[in-house]
């Protein structure tokens, strides 16, 4: 406890990544609104796997059924359910690992909290699959708030060691914004992209994995959403953003880099435009106060390199208690951060229209 | 909405700089307790302004008074609540910012959300100085979890450019952890300390300010508190850490610092030590899939540089709509960090006693 | 908002009368548990229609398939979810509904609420038949509690103006609740039943319908749950009380009667017994200040008649905002208090386990 | 835990009969709301002790201090926290009842739950004085419905077993209401109000007690608010109302009486009124399906009869686990029920205002 997330917005995650189905129900989604099944489903596809080579070989239609909340396609104001079957299945590639855990997986945490009976098979509910239904709630949270006028978008602003260009945090375009979601490997710089999907292919070959950023931005937003201490947009953000897994830090704004500079070079100074309140510059990522201040919201998430690697590591018998070598075999990621980019969309987009809400 | 964090120990925070007196509720502590009303005083006495030259001259006893909850020192089950009185406050100071934001600062986002009717002095429900009842909570929290044999310290490990050493994230001794909770300046490097001192002092010469890294672990917490997805260990520190003001960015074990690591390199190997699974490295954090693995819990936390400065900025009128110059007067710290260390630990103590109770 | 229930366990119930399917999402059942499925099939029966003459001829499998949570029917931790296909559904007799609210039924409500969009059919999600997915939580609740020795069981005191012999509140033993637990039509006083089946086919034949008044207890309760103020048991169980449909009423012990009494008729007078301190009465109904006293926990809850009657009723048609007849036809129960009794164990069993979690 | 109530408006009540203070915060109030405080204070005195012969001799100002969240009498959008000092506290009266639990009071099961460091006086947490902080907050609430056109009121139907005249549901006048909330003993029937006094009066001269059933009513309410299943208004007010010490059943429209009559005697009839759906009769008490219906919101509360009592009572030494025989002296109403009446009202109009905002 608890999958669930959200205050007016109810998100209630469900399923193993063997079980027959995992799932999602949504609670508080108005009526009458048509969802875009089309464009849910291209949004869904940016995080299966199996779209390219460097994601994982499993292949499935990942096509969710909705069992509820949906009539002739247009929400009715009931919980909408939706389900996706886990087809391709094959436990046998995890048996070995009931015994031995991962290095840096959950494999050890969920055999402690939840003993003999836990779901091993894939990772259980620790699998990166269950951002599928994640997903399916963020694909229609960002269709309601495109209805508001809301656009949400990430890209990939590290893998590895190799960087690439951030937003410029004052000025994004809804043209770049549409660029991004359509990009098969979205980024602002396409040489640093070819470097990145080098780097990626360079630790597949390698037994290995590598970690990344994504940057992702929100435009539209009025100011005033969000309330001060505990219920501001950053702490409701990042109290999704770490139910992805491998995600290991998020900043705002500057972030960290502000800790280097002095006041006077990290303050964002008001002006007026029109008749609107704005800031020169956007350091602070559109946040202050845990408020929006109108101003586009930004923030990145750290994704640590996927455990699940060829190469050979130490890890231990549960049961004998000792020390064994352990080589994970299965079809993983060598860098999960590029199926991750929709993963942070719908985050940010949830959290923001539960806020909305 | 809202000042209320915690599922199963409810701390709801409340209090302007200037109402008459700022609080804190905390339903959920078990009764029969004894608070140790000494230790706690010497905790908030860490966060209290004026202890020293780089913080603010605002001098205020803090001492809480407890309404409720209390009886002879011992909590009785019922809640507890705790307020202390606003009594060197200096209203005027503030008059100026009715109309003119401070760059950065809450000022504006506080206008559009509450209108003219928001509490504007000192910045009112957006202060640091509520601060002090998360403290009262935290404190309370340290003194429940060193029960259960959770120990719980913070440390500066970054001031602007000025770098100290962060902890060993496997061995992180009592005496270490006791040594920093009683230091004046917590840092593991007491020349950088030194240097992190003189940082502070220039920038207060140049009426500018300075941000920084605060590192904070705990021990002795056993495996296997916390869950998947939106309630794991990470989630819940995050969601309560951005109320801390200032707070941009927070990282857990290797954070931002993972992504240039190949999966190799980053993931921690298991290892038998007597009975017990550990691992050899600590780049988790002590948290795997949401849950404590049973090693040190380490994260960092991003303080953006105070935006109160004294020198002269750009900001606009609220009512006339023009462009403006502003410069902060009033009693500031030119660092918040030093102050802030407690307000970690006191986070940090909070959300795993809510997660262990 | 909000279709969710509980605080360590939460249950999410979704679905609509016709969608494709019903179902439930129970987050926080503990690991390791083996549901017993022939048990639990055989609760769901109980609450199934077509059983028995006095309720609706529409016949469904109404067999819960488990989508996530258990693994070779034990739970493993994470969340369970258990789907209803909606298989007998004949939507077409509702669809002169659509128009026409149904007198003292949610068709009105439904439509200023969620407008066109509404899913009108078989009354939407506000049909009894969302209580099937009540009674797989319920069901999987009571087998959870009676690990820890706590017995539910509940019967038919009233059913129009035939009344039937209440619970002893003090003595009520194991065989007694047991036998109620598989009794067809669930009474104390098997002649009262009898006059109840009459009372019930009566108002059948004349195209109209009954209500009842349904007894549940709990045994086995340990002293010192729930919580006062808005968290005592009796609070939490009517909050999920009135989720059934039909609902209108609920008192604890005494309940209305006690106001006719005066305080020397109603106390319940302490008694020490081996060594424990029980009440001579049970006049409140095992609950003090909201906290089970350990005797055992009674409650009541009044039904309203079916709204859906053959009878021709006034109503109006809401497009062309004018007076109608309306003369229900479809299947309907002449009284649901009969398969209600398992819904209000479900819930009394749902509420339990949560506070006990 | 927990004495928060609501979500989009959170109110936490706090403090002990005997604590230095009684209290509530309140978070989720608009800004820029200016509280009547005179209409306030004649509220808070409706339910004050010492007002008249039949209540207890207690005799507190009961004036709250606010704390937070109101800058010049007008709400500033933070968390409002209102505290009321205990002043007029003789514990010495208590000392015998620490090991002599009264009766059906709360004294028994605070000692299970609490153990020896509950705290005993006066009824600790579980004191009927709590509802002088849920007043604060529900007259507050009563203020911001008016607003929106609501109006709350209630009074007595019932007293022991004199019975006074119910609401008409259908027809409430506004001036109906102004004079109940007036009236120093609100009743619609002067004559049987006469008598309920007389019935106090005699239970006071036994030493005994009277309980009693407490109507309210709300009107203007637009229809469409509440949701289904959990969530249903019904729902929300039942959950709040068994805060309110001595209440062990509530009821909406017809309730407990709607089980003797047929579907056809029960349903309210729509018809049309000049735009808008009415019904004819209010059976439904305003609700259908959780939601409101337009119609007025009819509900009752009912009283038992106060536990504490001056006749000899049988009760239990807690340490020497022996029977023992008990007279409770010290202050004490013979029936709570005409100080309950705000009370009341304050819950509907906390739970009103919570689903409105």
Redesign the interface.
């Known amino acids: ?5 959200g ?4 998100v ?5 990544s063997h ?5 999602v ?1 949504i ?2 989604l108005p ?2 609104f048509k969802i875009d099944l089309q464009e849910l489903g291209n949004f869904l596809k940016r995080r299966a796997p199996g779209q390219n080579s460097h994601s994982t070989a499993r292949k499935e239609a990942d096509e969710p ?7 002739d396609g ?8 939706a ?1 996706i079957r886990n087809t391709d299945v094959r436990s046998g590639d995890y048996d070995s690992l009931k015994d031995i ?1 991962r ?4 494999d ?3 055999y ?8 091993f ?1 894939g990772g ?3 699998s990166g699959r ?1 951002t599928a239904p994640l997903c399916v709630a963020g694909g229609i949270c960002l269709q309601l708030l495109k209805l508001e006028g809301i656009s949400v978008a990430a890209h990939i602003v ?1 893998i ?2 190799v960087n690439s260009q951030p937003f410029d945090p004052v000025n994004i375009s809804e043209s770049e914004i549409r660029r991004l979601q359509k990009a098969e490997f979205p980024v602002l710089d396409a040489q640093a992209g070819e470097r990145m999907l080098a780097e990626i292919e360079t ?1 597949k070959k ?1 037994g ?6 994504i940057e992702c931005c929100a435009i539209g937003l009025p ?2 959403l ?7 947009v ?3 953000i ?6 992805i ?1 491998a ?10 880099a ?15 435009e029109g ?1 609107s ?1 704005r ?2 510059t956007n ?3 559109g ?8 101003m586009p919201l930004i923030f990145r998430a ?8 060829a ?1 050979e ?4 018998s ?1 049961s004998r ?3 064994v070598k352990l080589a994970v075999t299965g079809r993983h990621d060598p860098c999960i951060v590029p199926r991750a980019v929709p993963c942070v969309e719908a985050v940010a987009a949830i959290a923001l229209y539960d806020i909305l809400r």
Chains 1, 2, 3, 4 share one sequence.
């Open positions: 406890m608890s999958s669930t997330y205050r007016n917005l109810k209630s995650i469900f399923g193993q079980s027959p189905a995992i799932g129900c609670d508080g009526s009458g059924e909705f069992l509820s909340g949906l009539v247009v929400t009715c104001g009931a919980p909408l359910t389900v855990p290095p840096s997986h959950a050890f945490t969920a402690i909290k939840n003993g003999e009976s836990r779901d098979r259980g509910e620790f269950l590290k590895g060691n630790a390698d290995d994995s590598v970690g990344g950023i100011a005033g969000g309330d001060p201490i505990f219920d501001g950053e702490n409701r990042a109290a999704a953003l770490f139910g897994p995600v290991k830090g998020v900043e705002f704004g500057n972030g960290f502000a800790v280097g500079l002095r006041g006077s070079e990290n303050n964002d100074a008001f002006y007026i008749n309140v800031t020169r350091r602070h990522g946040i202050l106060g845990g408020i929006t201040s109108g750290a994704f640590k390199p996927t455990p699940s690697i190469k590591q130490d890890s231990v549960l208690r000792e020390n």
